[in-house]
C-alpha cells in the first residue's frame, strides 16, 4: 500500500472550512483513498473515500488531484466537535486487508 | 444506523491473567478485525478474521492471542498470559464484503495490565 504524508498538526477557526491536505505520489491505480478520523481515544471514525473523482457525504469533501497524487479532505464548517487526529489512508480495494494508520494530522478548531 | 459495540469499555487484569475482549460486529458484515493503539502511538493492525478463520495477521499477533467468532453475533479476542506490554486500547472493527472494504471501528476497550 501507498504510503501517505500529512501535515502533523493544523488549527482551524470554528464556522470555517478545514482543508487537510494528503500527498500519496506512489499510489497505484487500484488504490482508493480513505479518511479516518480519531477524537481523543474513541475509535477510527470513517469519514469519506474516493478512487479518482471528487466525493461528497454529509460529513466532508474530497478533492482528488487529477493525477492522484495528493488529496484533500474538506471539512465545510469545522466546529468544536471536529478537533480530532484526521488519517489519510491509500489501500487497494482487497476486502479483509488491513489498514496502516500513520500519525495523521491532529486538528485542532479554535472557538 | 448500525454500529460495532465493544465490552467491557475497561478491564483491568494482573500480570499474566486471561483476558477475553468481546465485540459485536455490524450484522451483516463477514469480515472482522482487531487493532490496538497503545497509549501515545500509533493504531496497529493486530488481526483479520473471515469464513471462521484468520485471513491476515501481523507480528504483534502471537501465540498469546487468539480470535474466536463462538456464536452468530459476537467476535472475541483473547490474551492467553497478559504482559505489561499489553496495555492499551484495542479496537474491534467489521466490513461487508465490497469493492471498497470501508471497516466501522467500535469505541474500543482500554485493557490495564498491572
Known amino acids: 500500500d501507498a504510503k501517505t504524508t500529512q501535515p502533523p498538526s493544523m488549527d482551524c477557526a470554528e464556522g470555517r472550512a478545514a482543508n487537510l491536505p494528503c500527498n500519496h505520489s506512489?499510489?497505484?491505480?487500484?488504490?482508493?483513498v480513505y479518511w479516518y478520523r480519531q477524537i481523543h481515544s474513541q475509535g477510527p471514525q470513517y469519514i469519506i473515500h474516493?478512487?479518482?473523482n471528487n466525493e461528497t457525504n454529509e460529513m466532508a469533501s474530497l478533492i482528488i488531484t487529477e493525477d492522484r497524487k495528493s488529496s484533500t479532505l474538506i471539512l465545510p464548517h469545522a466546529t468544536l466537535r471536529d478537533t480530532a487526529v484526521y488519517y489519510c489512508?491509500?489501500?487497494?480495494?482487497?476486502?479483509?486487508?488491513?489498514?496502516?494508520f500513520g500519525t495523521g494530522t491532529s486538528l485542532t478548531v479554535i472557538p | 444506523e448500525p454500529e460495532v459495540t465493544q465490552t467491557p469499555s475497561h478491564q483491568v487484569t494482573q500480570m499474566g491473567q486471561e483476558v477475553i475482549l468481546r465485540c459485536v460486529p455490524i450484522?451483516?458484515?463477514?469480515?472482522f478485525y482487531w487493532y490496538r493503539q497503545i497509549l501515545g502511538q500509533k493504531v496497529e493492525f493486530l488481526v483479520s478474521?473471515?469464513?471462521?478463520?484468520?485471513?491476515?495477521k501481523s507480528e504483534i499477533f502471537d501465540d498469546q492471542f487468539s480470535v474466536e467468532r463462538p456464536d452468530g453475533s459476537n467476535f472475541t479476542l483473547k490474551i492467553r498470559s497478559t504482559k505489561l506490554e499489553d496495555s492499551a486500547m484495542y479496537f474491534c472493527?467489521?466490513?461487508?464484503?465490497?469493492?471498497?472494504?470501508?471497516?466501522?471501528f467500535g469505541p474500543g476497550t482500554r485493557l490495564t495490565v498491572l
Open positions: 472493527a467489521s466490513s461487508a464484503p465490497s469493492h471498497t472494504d470501508t471497516q466501522y
Open positions: 506512489t499510489i497505484s491505480g487500484n488504490e482508493y
Open positions: 474516493g478512487l479518482k
Open positions: 489512508i491509500v489501500r487497494a480495494s482487497n476486502t479483509g486487508n488491513q489498514f496502516y
Open positions: 450484522s451483516n458484515h463477514l469480515y
Open positions: 478474521f473471515y469464513n471462521n478463520e484468520i485471513s491476515e
